[in-house]
């Protein structure tokens, strides 16, 4: 027994908590795990995962999960609290998230209406893996972002797609610029993928796609991606971002204005056949 304690201290990792988000939430597992006088071994037997799985969480040698983050909230009963690791965990995922993202996530997970516009890219929410992970890459190669924040955002726009599976998915109405749909990304093969996804979004029961033109010219009413949430409780909730910064908008006042503007782009925008048309038409034309 003495041996195996000897041999533990030997091959303990000193931990530097200060060298990332990740790196912090693997050294307070180990401080709540060492605080109960529990191995590894012990805490894994709690969480349902192997030792070298604790192992690697707490060396920063793997990220947390979310159902990671659960079990060791279970095990420790922070469950709820402000300590749980279940809040560190989204602290993480959402540190490479622009800045009022993370408050939009909260209520596009449970809104009964979603609309959406955008500009030169497919919306998050109707981007294949491929693309979205070809958009990421891009970032990383910019300087924008690390590999491990390229990650965590296709990471975390599966959740988000996921997350609207549910038995009453909300209304989705989604205009994106004739841009969205002729911009080459990612080669033939990924974009032709993409754009299947699209005409498999039209064809559900609980959406509407259409395309505005560029022969809209100045009838345009945005000249940003804009988000518009209907909870509910009926209210609605914006959302904008610029390349810096992401802004909620829940005031009535405010909100009502941009409603009305997504009602007048809509009617600008192609119907959804001819919408679909265009996009069967940008396929045929991509290599």
Not at 44 to 56: D, P
Not at 82 to 95: D, M, P, Q, V
Not at 228 to 255: I, K, M, N
Request: glycine share 6%.
């Amino acid at each position: 027994m003495e041996r195996k304690v000897v041999e533990r201290a030997l091959n303990r990792k000193e931990l530097n908590p200060d060298a990332s988000p990740q790196a912090a939430y693997g050294a307070r597992m180990r401080s709540k795990r060492e605080a109960r006088g529990w191995t590894q071994e012990d805490l894994a037997a709690r969480t349902e995962y192997s030792s070298v799985h604790i192992s690697a969480i707490e060396t920063g040698r793997k990220p947390p999960t979310l159902r990671f983050s659960r079990s060791a909230d279970r095990a420790f009963g922070l469950a709820d609290t402000a300590e749980s690791f279940e809040r560190e965990y989204r602290e993480i995922k959402h540190g490479s998230l622009l800045e009022g993202f993370p408050e939009y996530i909260k209520y596009e997970g449970r809104a009964a209406e979603i609309r959406l516009y955008e500009i030169g890219i497919v919306p998050g929410l109707l981007q294949t893996p491929e693309y979205a992970r070809v958009l990421a890459n891009s970032a990383v190669r910019r300087g924008a972002i690390t590999p491990e924040q390229a990650d965590e955002r296709v990471a975390f726009l599966a959740e988000r797609q996921a997350a609207l599976e549910r038995p009453r998915p909300p209304m989705m109405l989604v205009v994106m610029d004739e841009s969205c749909v002729r911009r080459l990304v990612g080669g033939p093969k990924v974009m032709n993928a993409q754009l299947d996804r699209l005409t498999q979004f039209a064809e559900l029961p609980n959406t509407v796609l259409q395309i505005a033109p560029f022969e809209i010219g100045e009838r345009r009413t945005f000249d940003l991606p804009m988000n518009l949430l209907t909870l509910p409780d009926l209210s609605v909730v914006a959302y904008a971002e610029s390349q810096l910064r992401g802004h909620v908008e829940r005031d009535t006042a405010a909100v009502l204005p941009l409603l009305t503007a997504y009602h007048q782009l809509q009617a600008e925008a192609l119907p959804q056949a001819a919408s679909v048309a265009m996009i069967h038409e940008v396929r045929k034309g991509t290599p």
